[in-house]
Nanobody, 117 residues
Framework: QVQLVESGGGLVQPGGSLRLSCAAS????????MGWYRQAPGKQRELVAV???????NYADSVKGRFTISRDNTKNTVYLQMNSLKPEDTAVYYC???????????WGQGTQVTVSS
């Protein structure tokens, strides 16, 4: 079994920064991709940023230039540095982990990010 433990969410003013962390534990035999999705009230869950085992990244257009995803393979941890936050970034952010291309993903429990003055 795999557990994803997220941290770092909270309330921040527009223009501020937050850093999310997600640590994977349990039976980790490989990491194909890890990353973050988010879901705002009344909207579908959407990709924010993902990073592969080889270091390739993919970002939603809405966060390019503001968010940076990184990972520490020795700790099975992925980070999301969020700068220049906007009210429209307000959502529950979910950690995403997929062991291989053939296995279904695991999801974290979600962490709330609220951008408001």
């Amino acid at each position: 079994q795999v557990q994803l433990v997220e941290s770092g969410g909270g309330l921040v003013q527009p223009g501020g920064s937050l850093r999310l962390s997600c640590a994977a534990s349990g039976t980790i035999f490989s990491i194909y991709v890890m990353g973050w999705y988010r879901q705002a009230p009344g909207k579908q869950r959407e990709l924010v940023a993902v990073i592969t085992s080889g270091g390739s990244t993919n970002y939603a257009d809405s966060v390019k230039g503001r968010f940076t995803i990184s990972r520490d393979n020795t700790k099975n941890t992925v980070y999301l540095q969020m700068n220049s936050l906007k009210p429209e970034d307000t959502a529950v952010y979910y950690c995403y982990y997929r062991p291989t291309t053939l296995t279904p993903p695991y999801w974290g429990q979600g962490t709330q990010v609220t951008v408001s003055s």
